[in-house]
């Protein structure tokens, strides 16, 4: 359990600023969004990031139980196989991201993140 409110107050609080972020500044992020999906070598260091992290996530916390530490294992194996498929199929991922994640929906995407920070957080600093 240590571990899961360790990782918990890390994303819960990550998130939070990221989903705050993402609210107030929605036309800075857009443009990093836009520049992001045509960079390939920021491409390339994200999927090297979110493999290295989702596989940190998966190997300390595979947890799969019927509690909110779950988030946590869920969150992990959506890194890593984000940063799986972000080096093996960059373009389709480019694809399949802007088709999911349309950048008119920022303000929409950033009440998700911050809802899931805010519930991280809660568990990782108060329980």
Not at 21 to 43: A, R
Not at 69 to 87: D, P
Request: aromatic residues 16%; hydrophobic residues 55%; glycine residues 12%.
């Amino acid at each position: 359990m240590d571990t899961s409110i360790f990782i918990a107050k890390i994303l819960g609080l990550s998130y939070i600023v990221v989903g705050l972020g993402l609210l107030f500044s929605s036309g800075y992020y857009k443009k990093l969004y836009e520049d992001m999906m045509k960079n390939t070598g920021i491409m390339y260091l994200g999927g090297i990031m979110a493999l290295i992290v989702g596989y940190l996530m998966v190997t300390y916390h595979n947890f799969w139980v019927k509690d909110w530490t779950v988030i946590i294992t869920v969150l992990g194996w959506l890194a890593l196989l984000k940063g799986f498929f972000l080096l093996v199929l960059p373009e389709q991922m480019v694809k399949l991201t802007l088709s999911l994640f349309p950048k008119k929906n920022m303000n929409v995407w950033g009440g998700v993140v911050l809802v899931l920070g805010l519930v991280l957080g809660y568990f990782g600093f108060f329980m």
